[in-house]
Every structure is written in C-alpha cells, then in structure tokens.
Nanobody, 128 residues
Framework: QVQLAESGGGLVQAGDSLRLTCTAS??????????MAWFRQAPGKEREFVAAISWGGGITKYADSVKGRFTNSRDHATNTVYLQMNSLKPEDSAVYYC???????????????????WGQGTQVTVSS
C-alpha cells in the first residue's frame, strides 16, 4: 500500500501563502494509480474536504471555501502531491492531511471514509 507523509505547514499571517506537500512511497505499479486528496481538521470540528486530484492529474475538485485560492497538483516523477494555498485566512487554520485511494473518482470523494490511506498531518496556523 502507498505510504504518505505531509510537510510544509507553519505559522503565517492572513493573506500569506503556503505550499503543502504530500510525498508518496511504495512500489510504482501501485501508487501511480492512486487518486489523492487533502482534508483538514480544526480543533472541535469534523474533518473537512479541501481538494482532490485524479491519479493522472486531469481532474481536480475543490471545496467551495478554498476554490480560487488553493491549487492541487501532482508530480509522478517525484511521487509528490502539492497543495498551493494563497490568500490564507484564519479559518484555514487546521491540521492538513493527505489521503489516497484507488476507487473510482466519483462524487463520494468529499467523504473521509472514501479514502483508505492517510498521512499523519501537518499543522497550518493563520493569524489575523
């Protein structure tokens, strides 16, 4: 199974930018076919869908709250998925997780239980 590790979180001010990375490892014939996603969870809140990208990178999905500000991309050569976050707001503060799965890239990707593999998360804090 694919193994995931997030990085790139930190403390920034409102309006700043961050780029998160999710590095996947494992046998190429397995993880190259995985769809990828980002979720976030703030204290006292449910885990929230942020973005998803198909295994080939041709299809992306975004939560309404981040559309136009965040960009999801992937680089198969480096086994890395990126989440570029611009114009950050205090409400973006959360632990950000990457996830992976091989199931059909359908309308259920917003649900955490769609995704079978998870990283351990990276903290993003946006001050006002």
């Amino acid at each position: 199974q694919v193994q995931l590790a997030e990085s790139g979180g930190g403390l920034v001010q409102a309006g700043d930018s961050l780029r998160l990375t999710c590095t996947a490892s494992g046998r190429t014939f397995s993880w190259s076919w995985y769809h990828m996603a980002w979720f976030r969870q703030a204290p006292g809140k449910e885990r929230e869908f942020v973005a998803a990208i198909s295994w080939g990178g041709g299809i992306t999905k975004y939560a309404d709250s981040v559309k136009g500000r965040f960009t999801n991309s992937r680089d198969h050569a480096t086994n890395t998925v990126y989440l570029q976050m611009n114009s950050l707001k205090p409400e973006d503060s959360a632990v950000y997780y990457c996830a992976a799965d091989r199931k059909s890239f359908d309308d259920s990707t917003w649900r955490p239980d769609y995704w079978g593999q998870w990283g351990q998360g990276t903290q993003v804090t946006v001050s006002s």
